[in-house]
């Protein structure tokens, strides 16, 4: 249910003129998507606190309820207490800056980044220390 909700609306934002000039429109609302259903822990359409609770820990930057609070109320306008799809998308094709779109744009480029290297470190004496 939930994944014909979701392509439903992805076809609106193809359709939608205000992100007629965006690059890779689909391509990008692919990955909201997925990322979207990963976070939308109870299957209901929506990220409510708890989910975005979850989120933030995986990411590595958990924040407060009040700070999560914020940041719904941030990406709804303040008129929900859940982050619905259109919200979640609206946010990462917007020009605003909210937290959470800040937050997933870091998540995305950490996972670019080269891998650290495995194994223990190199062994060092005292001389090389700085």
Known sequence: ?????LVMQLSEFLC?????????LPEKL???????MEFDLNNEGEIDLM?????MEKLG???TH?????MISEVTGGVSDTISYRDFVNMMLGKRSAVLKLVM???GKANESSPKPAGP?????IASLP
Do not use: C, G, H, W
């Open 51 to 55: 989910s975005l609770k979850r989120m």
């Open 121 to 125: 470190p190199p062994e060092r004496d």
């Open 16 to 24: 939608d003129q205000k992100y007629s000039d965006e690059e890779n």
């Open 1 to 5: 249910m939930q994944q014909r909700a």
């Open 66 to 70: 009040l700070e999560m609070k914020k």
């Open 105 to 107: 744009m870091f998540e």
């Open 30 to 36: 692919a990955a909201f998507k997925e990322k979207y």
């Open 61 to 63: 930057v958990p924040k």
